[in-house]
C-alpha cells in the first residue's frame, strides 16, 4: 500500500509549518490513518536546522493537546518528493515553484 506523503512548508521550520504538521498528523492519528498517511515539515532556510519549535509555538500546542515534539529541518529532496506540498504563504509557494516547477499549481 502506498503511504501519502504531506509535508508543510514555511521559512525557518520552527512556528507555521511544525504547527501545521503536528496539528494535521495529530488529527490523522485520532482518525486511525498514521499507517497510510505521512506528516513532515520543513523550511526553505537552514538556520533553525536542529531547533526546537519556538516557545510560543509549543506552548499553543501544548495548549491545544496536541503534541510538541519538533525538531526543525530545511527542505530537501526527501520533502520535495512528497505526494502533497503545502505552502504556508505566497513566498513559500513561489520558493516551491522555483525548486519543483513540474510539482506545482
Do not use: Q
Not at 512556528?15 to 523550511?43: K, N, T
Amino acid at each position: 500500500m502506498h503511504i501519502c506523503h504531506i509535508c508543510f512548508v514555511c521559512t525557518g521550520n520552527i512556528c507555521r509549518s511544525p504547527m501545521a504538521a503536528l496539528v494535521f498528523g495529530e488529527h490523522l492519528r485520532r482518525a486511525g490513518l498514521l499507517d497510510r498517511v505521512r506528516v513532515s515539515s520543513a523550511g526553505t532556510g537552514g538556520w533553525h536546522v536542529g531547533d526546537p519549535a519556538d516557545p510560543r509555538t509549543g506552548h499553543v500546542l501544548a495548549r491545544g493537546g496536541y503534541p510538541t515534539d519538533h525538531v526543525a529541518s530545511r527542505l530537501g529532496s526527501d520533502h520535495l518528493d512528497a505526494d502533497l506540498l503545502v505552502a504556508m504563504d505566497e513566498g513559500h509557494a513561489r520558493a516551491l515553484r522555483a525548486r519543483v516547477p513540474d510539482r506545482c499549481r
